[in-house]
């Protein structure tokens, strides 16, 4: 459907007249987006669509009817089934793999191939509290109580993760509560150089990384050295939302994901085409997003094979002590 807009135009004496544009006529052909998800915890996922006009108001239709072959360190696993809005195979992907995916649409090969990375490991997590002026906060109880704060709480992480100083890692870190119901505060990453380092290259400035909030941020090992290092990252919020709350106080679960050095570079130039980091909910619920004016590792379209392998660990915040898990 043809998309038309008017474009107002004015004159020194401030007259104006109306001009109608075509739009369709500025419209390149679609382009075949391949989007797979191979993560170690679950089994491989892709999803196949075009690229759509910015002026349509909803996503292209997946293109269905492909026969996807998966081939894992050079033995086909057969052809993926489309269900549920996915093409799935059962292939549960491991550390070291190499995946390719491959089909063919409209006589042309559509294809991408990566390699797993290797599982990361989290040695240990120190927790630090400590109360910090604030400009004040109220809550009010069910019953109409209403409870007044000049502080709010503080809490480092001090996540120690094993490191290979002799090879390229790249990692995304995410914190997410445990509990649905529980409120998180805001997470700030500019307290560690690897963060910092990962927005310069980026070109975004260091009030960005403070934005970057719950959802996580990508990092590489670049600057780690020895065998160990330790990521700083800070959590900060009203006392009400922690320890004596009416869900039984905070309980996170902190993700470290190993990911493939193009899903790396993905997110980032999704970050320099978003400095608002809107995308990060969908990425870390399902691993992809889509991808505009980004890297692509996908031959014969575009999109993204992104490889991750996650670890997880689980914390408890508390306000009277400090805690190693």
């Known amino acids: 459907m043809k998309k038309i807009i008017s474009v107002i135009s004015c004159t020194l004496a401030l007259s104006s007249c109306y001009q109608d544009i075509d739009l369709s006529q500025y419209q390149e052909s679609?382009?075949?987006v391949l989007n797979c998800l191979a993560n170690s915890d679950t089994t491989l996922l892709a999803d196949i669509s075009t690229t759509w006009p910015y002026t349509d108001s909803k996503k292209s239709d997946d293109v269905l009817g492909l026969a996807v072959e998966v081939t894992v360190n050079g033995e086909s696993k057969g052809v993926m089934t489309y269900r549920d809005g996915m093409y799935r195979s059962d292939v549960h992907p491991q550390p070291g793999d190499h995946i390719v995916f491959k089909t063919m649409v409209e006589g042309v090969e559509l294809s991408?191939?990566?390699?797993?990375?290797?599982?990361p490991e989290i040695v240990k997590t120190e927790i630090t509290h400590r109360r910090v002026a604030s400009s004040g906060s109220?809550?009010?109880d069910p019953s109409g109580k209403i409870t007044k704060s000049n502080y709010d709480d503080e809490f480092t992480y001090h996540i120690t993760i094993k490191?290979?100083?002799t090879v390229r890692h790249y990692y995304f870190l995410r914190f997410c509560e445990a509990d649905y119901r529980q409120i998180m505060g805001d997470v700030n990453y500019s307290y560690d150089p690897v963060f910092q380092a990962?927005?310069?290259q980026i070109n975004q400035?260091?009030?960005?990384?403070?934005i970057v909030s719950h959802y996580g941020l990508p990092f590489t090992n670049e600057g780690m050295t020895g065998d160990e290092y330790t990521l700083t990252v800070k959590?900060?919020?009203?006392p009400f939302d922690y320890n004596g709350n009416s869900l039984g106080g905070s309980d996170r679960i902190i993700t470290l994901y190993a990911i493939s050095e193009a899903y790396y570079k993905y997110m980032t130039t999704m970050m320099a085409n978003d400095p608002d980091a809107t995308w990060q909910g969908k990425m870390t619920e399902l691993g992809l997003a889509e991808p505009t004016k980004v890297y692509s590792n996908i031959h014969g379209g575009t999109g993204i094979m992104a490889c991750l392998v996650p670890v997880s660990t689980r914390v408890t915040l508390e306000t009277d002590s400090d805690i190693v898990y």
């Open 112 to 119: 991408a191939s990566d390699v797993m990375p290797e599982r």
């Open 138 to 140: 109220i809550m009010t």
């Open 30 to 32: 679609p382009v075949v």
């Open 235 to 238: 959590e900060t919020g009203p």
């Open 198 to 200: 990962t927005l310069e």
């Open 205 to 210: 400035n260091l009030d960005n990384l403070k």
């Open 163 to 165: 490191n290979d100083p």
